[in-house]
């Protein structure tokens, strides 16, 4: 099993920047495809982003496209989202996921074994 935590959520304002960490433990986070997904009030848990193993392929959904930047340091066993130009709705809480399923479909929230406990982040406008 692999254990994840995220941090580095908080409150900024619109057009503000903020970077999560995911640090994951028990086993080593080269295994896994690792993604983001975020779930605001009363919504569904909806896809961010994901990255492969070896960062050879990445996937973001479309309204975080060029505002956001997912990455990984399997050294580090951490898996990173950079987000800029924050918008008022992209306030939500932040999951962590990891999937052995490799990149057969990154963005299908039921493949993802491992969840975080997830991390807070609210825009203010």
């Known amino acids: 099993q692999v254990q994840l935590v995220e941090s580095g959520g908080g409150l900024v304002q619109a057009g503000g920047s903020l970077r999560l960490s995911c640090a994951a433990s028990g086993r080593t986070l080269s295994r896994y495809t690792m993604a983001w997904f975020r779930q605001a009030p009363g919504k569904e848990r909806d896809f961010v982003a994901a990255?492969?193993?070896?960062?050879?392929?990445?996937s973001y959904t479309d309204v975080v496209k060029g505002r956001f930047i997912i990455s990984r340091d399997n050294a580090k066993n951490t898996v990173y989202l950079q987000m800029n130009s924050l918008k008022p709705e992209d306030t939500a809480v932040y999951y962590c996921?990891?999937?052995?399923?490799?990149?057969?479909?990154?963005?299908?929230?039921?493949?993802?074994?491992?969840w975080g406990q997830g991390t807070q982040v609210t825009v203010s406008s």
């Open positions: 990255i492969s193993r070896t960062d050879s392929q990445i």
């Open positions: 996921a990891a999937t052995g399923y490799g990149w057969s479909s990154p963005t299908n929230r039921v493949d993802y074994h491992y």
